[in-house]
């Protein structure tokens, strides 16, 4: 039932701008695995081969973190309604700072996100479709804003704060460069 791609079709394509969840995956060799669920209307297609994805200010910050150590990122979408369909993105990733270069120019394909401290960049080298038979239907009923009222109320100073008490490092203790990176 799995297909395997070696890059994203127009069809994919269009199913992806219609989700309003995704969940990313990473790890270490020797950490601990992350999957972390996003939403927020923060992800982009660049190319078949290519997306990127605004990360916002949470309670941690694993991702960067492993991404840093280990490029090799996971990003699965799911169909909640229609017709069903699971699919997976494997590629390598890079997180893009503030700081970088190409920050402005990647930040510049999403609407203003309060919060926002990285874009990661995803190199895809492989796209795989499966069934989806088993995922659930869901239906979609709005958004939560308590995260973006939580930053837009800590203002750039108080996220920075937050960052360095909450955000240095992984639960593994891999460090994820963000106040070096950001400030």
């Known amino acids: 039932m799995a297909h395997q791609h070696e890059a994203l ?21 020797d950490s601990r695995v992350n999957v972390s669920p996003k939403g927020m209307d923060s992800f982009r297609i660049l190319n078949t ?14 991702t960067s973190a492993h991404v840093q150590q280990n490029p090799r990122m996971t990003i699965m979408f799911c169909a909640f309604d229609g017709a069903p369909l699971t699919l997976r993105l494997y590629g390598t990733a890079r997180v893009v700072h503030r700081n970088d270069e ?3 120019q990647l930040l510049a394909h999403f609407g203003p996100l309060p919060g926002a401290r990285q874009i990661f960049d ?21 958004e939560r804003e308590q995260l973006s009222d939580w930053a837009r109320k800590q203002g ?9 008490a909450k955000n240095q490092t992984s639960i593994d203790g891999v460090p994820t460069n963000i106040l070096a990176k950001n400030l």
């Open 102 to 104: 190409d920050w402005a």
């Open 49 to 62: 081969n290519r997306a990127v994805w605004l990360n916002v200010t949470g309670s941690g910050n694993e």
């Open 9 to 29: 079709t127009e069809r994919l394509i269009e199913f992806i701008a219609d989700q309003k969840i995704y969940f990313v995956g990473t790890a270490t060799a």
């Open 156 to 164: 750039d100073d108080g996220l920075k704060k937050y960052w360095g």
């Open 122 to 142: 995803l190199s895809i080298d492989l796209v795989q479709t499966s069934c989806g038979m088993a995922v659930p239907y869901y239906a979609y009923t709005g």
